[in-house]
């Protein structure tokens, strides 16, 4: 089955700087890739995506990008704030019929003010 | 947030006992899941069901059941066979089809502590 990886499992920055977690996959048949933020007790909540069509992905301060030959995705926060601090969790699923997603174990972000 | 609701929030069992877990949505998804989240480990998945009446072990299955009699519920039964059944539970909802396919909602998740 899919195995994601997911580094670093910490992440410290200050504000205003950029921050980038990465994460590899096993499965090559594997075509999607979201995104997930998740606050101190609460839900994950999809911050973006990307599909294996595309190579890159930008909403406002966040970007993914995906090389599928080296099967590894990338996600970008640029000007960080305080309030992006939260777990960050990668994702891989194999499509077709399979709606299954794989998680990688997760990044803790904090940004320092 | 709306859409998926998953009660109680806060559960506390004794051990040897079963233990059932509700999750509800009102998103007409077709797909249901059921995930576990230690600290450090991620989401894992223990279940998942596509279509009514219909599911799939996850990574994660024993110790654990589900049943899938009507789209908009998914239960999970917490056996007293899960030998460390003391997590954050989540479970999840996606639509197959169209612009959203694989987007997975969450609910609030219940914690259930077993002593």
């Known amino acids: 089955g899919e195995n994601v990886e997911q580094h670093p499992s910490t992440l410290s920055v200050q504000e205003g700087d950029s921050a980038v977690i990465k994460c590899t996959y096993s499965d090559s048949a594997s075509n999607y890739f979201p995104w997930y933020k998740q606050e101190l007790g609460k839900r994950p909540q999809l911050i973006i995506d990307i599909r294996s069509n595309v190579g890159e992905k930008k909403d406002q301060r966040i970007a993914v990008t995906l090389n599928k030959t080296a099967k590894h995705f990338s996600l970008h926060i640029t000007e960080t704030q305080p309030e992006d601090s939260a777990v960050y969790f990668c994702a891989a699923s194999g499509g077709g019929s399979n709606y299954k997603l794989t998680f990688g174990k997760g990044t803790l972000l904090t940004v320092n003010p | 947030d709306g859409g998926i609701t998953q009660s109680p929030k806060y559960l506390f069992r004794k051990e040897g006992q079963n233990v059932t877990l509700s999750c509800e949505q009102n998103?007409?998804?077709?797909?249901m899941y059921w995930y576990r989240q230690d600290p450090g480990q991620g989401l894992r998945l223990i279940y998942y069901s596509q279509i009514v009446n219909d599911f799939q072990k996850g990574d994660i299955a024993e110790g654990y059941s589900v049943s899938r009699e009507k789209k908009e519920s998914f239960p999970l039964t917490v056996t007293s066979a899960q030998k460390n059944p003391t997590a954050f539970y989540l479970c999840?909802?996606?639509?197959?089809?169209?612009?959203?396919?694989?987007?997975?909602?969450f609910g609030p998740g219940t914690r259930l502590t077993v002593t």
């Open positions: 998103l007409n998804h077709d797909a």
């Open positions: 999840a909802s996606s639509s197959p089809g169209g612009r959203t396919n694989y987007e997975q909602y």
